[in-house]
């Protein structure tokens, strides 16, 4: 591995399901602006019409089991062949023990099967889908399952204009599997230097919970927040994006030697729509080239990439993708794979 670089041999992605919840909140409709051309204002900055929000006590990891089990089911796989199960979320179920080892039990996994949890957020799906993908190709693991997602609407506080209206939830299963001749690259970039430019002040133990950490806080901006939710400088956010996002894309088109016009699709985390299209029009992409699920799903974190793919639908079969998320550390991950025909994508709703 150099400059961050993993060439991954003899595995390929078969398939990807996602899991949204029912209850849709329309940001055009959102009482949390003071009026509707603030309400119009910030759909046309962010791109975000209307996301999907969990309730009744439903978490991410519902989500991802109704994911992960119809994914199981439409690929036929039998559950004793999955050696290795990976949850990547900010939002678990517990702080222990980890959330993919309660789904192992619910999904009725082996119990020689390797789960474990990866807390990020932005690019966690990359950075999931390189780590399982290098246990494949060394481990002799023959099939495995990355779960990603987050209730990033239950992190953020619900007084925060700049990340309520901003934040879905949603929960994604994809199936990595061990097949001769197929291959996956990885680019991934960490520079934590910037960790405090997202960042949940207290509750870990740096600063840990105490009675002021459940004080509710107002910034120069009129958003009110507690330490226990989430912060972000969005100036340095929005520089991050638009400056170090495109050349790493760069960097990794030229490793991998592909051109752009090479791609069919290149699935962005979906953070925010005008920082995306800054990043489009950079590295001279199509409209066509990349789609988005932030304008009816919200930024769903981690599941962006994979939720993408699902919106794609039989579309994505035989075709080249190539997938970038940013975003939280400071972090970036690339990745390049091309799609089979037989490909399985779905998009579902939570019916609990």
Known sequence: ???????????QISGSVSCVP???????????FNSPEEALKFVEMTGVEEKRHLENGVLVSDLCYEAAALLIKKLEWEKDEIGVLIMVTQTPDYLIPN??????DRLGLSKNSACFDIPLGCSGFVYGASVISSMLTSQGLKKGLLLVGDSSSLLASAEDKALSPLFGDAGCATAFEFNEGKNINFKL???GAGFKSIIVPDGGYRNRFSAES?????????NKRTNLNPKMNGTDVFSFGITQVPREIKLFL????????????FLFHQANRFM?????????LESSQVPYSIIKYGNTSSASIPLTLSILGDDVRNKKIAMCGFGVGLSIGCGYFEIGDDFVSELIEYEG
């Open 189 to 191: 970039w960490t520079d």
């Open 22 to 32: 029912k209850t849709k909140i329309s940001n055009l409709e959102n009482t949390l």
């Open 1 to 11: 591995m150099t400059e961050g670089i993993l060439n991954i041999s003899n595995v």
């Open 99 to 104: 959330t993919a080892i309660i789904l192992q």
């Open 214 to 222: 459940l004080c509710l806080l107002e910034d120069k901006d009129g």
């Open 254 to 265: 030229q490793h991998i030697n592909k051109e752009v016009s090479d791609i069919d699709y």
């Open 276 to 284: 995306l299209e800054m990043i489009r029009k950079k590295l001279k």
